[in-house]
């Protein structure tokens, strides 16, 4: 070793101490927000504003128009949508419409279990579930209603068989898109805590899938809403009592078009409250308590 590399050895690093530099030397590190930004970081604030937008839309296209036969005002509808309440006529079809989609949901969730249930299980039960949902899932339940009424007759039975169609195909494939797409190695963890059967089912497959489960859930509720008040426009009057569809069919031929709106309007608000309220709160409680969402 020369001596320069043998100097460059023994020779000490100077000690320095290196002062802290105060808050002020990099300026504002965090802003304080203003009382419109922390207000509007609200969602149900952004979400009340477009709704107040759609509105008044709403509102200055029908004055433009100035035509209530074809498009009432806002203003209209809501006096159409109150009296409606005031006289029980709306809240009693909407009623009558829960009632049979809850039916038909409850229904169909259960046959989407079964379902699930035997392509998680076996080889032939997957198999069976792949081919009976490429070959019902993209038929519109509607097209069902004329088979419907030949099999079950006028009447709740066949809202019932058409709803099961619509949320049956849409919840047992995405359930069981989401546990094909649970890992590895949370399976190994299940297995290796001598989980197997019912237990592993519900303590590992269904909480890692259950995203794929809510948004199957919200889509077959979204089909089954909308096949309803489909069908009830066409036979959803049975025993002198009809839902929602009935009602806004019965107004269109009375020409009460303030009452059509009110009544869509109606199906509208229900459509929120469901995935406002339900959903959203089931939601919060599961995959964002989880740490499975943003």
Not at 50 to 79: G, K
Not at 178 to 204: E, H, P
Request: proline content about 3%; charged content about 15%; some cysteine.
């Amino acid at each position: 070793m020369t001596d320069v590399a043998t100097a460059n050895l023994n020779q000490t690093r100077p000690e320095f101490v290196r002062e802290l530099a105060s808050d002020n030397a990099f300026g504002v590190v965090e802003k304080p927000l203003t009382a419109f930004e922390r207000v509007w970081n609200q969602g149900w604030v952004r979400k009340a504003t477009i709704l107040i937008a759609l509105a008044l839309i709403w509102e200055l296209y029908a004055r433009w128009l100035d035509n209530s036969l074809i498009f009432p005002t806002f203003l209209d509808t809501v006096d159409a949508f109150e009296e409606g309440i005031r006289t029980g006529g709306i809240l009693d079809r909407a009623g009558h419409s829960i009632r049979v989609l809850l039916q038909g949901y409850a229904i169909g969730l259960i046959i989407a279990a079964t379902f699930t249930g035997l392509a998680i299980s076996s080889r032939f039960g997957q198999d069976l579930l792949e081919t009976l949902t490429s070959m019902f899932n993209p038929l519109p339940a509607i097209a069902l209603l004329p088979l419907a009424l030949i099999w079950f007759g006028l009447g709740t039975g066949s809202l019932i068989f058409v709803l099961v169609h619509s949320v049956l195909w849409a919840v047992a494939l995405n359930t069981h898109s989401g546990f094909k797409s649970v890992s590895n190695t949370m399976r190994m963890v299940g297995k290796n805590y001598g989980l197997s059967g019912f237990g592993y089912v519900t303590k590992i497959l269904i909480p890692a899938a259950f995203p794929s489960i809510l948004t199957g859930l919200k889509i077959g509720w979204a089909f089954a809403w909308r096949t309803l008040i489909a069908a009830e426009l066409v036979f959803g009057v049975s025993s002198g009592s009809g839902g929602l569809g009935w009602y806004i069919f019965e107004k269109k031929n009375q020409l009460e078009i303030a009452s059509v709106f009110a009544g869509l309007f109606c199906v509208i608000l229900i459509g929120l409250l469901v995935e406002n309220l339900i959903f959203r709160t089931i939601e919060a409680r599961t995959v964002r308590r989880w740490g499975m969402q943003t």
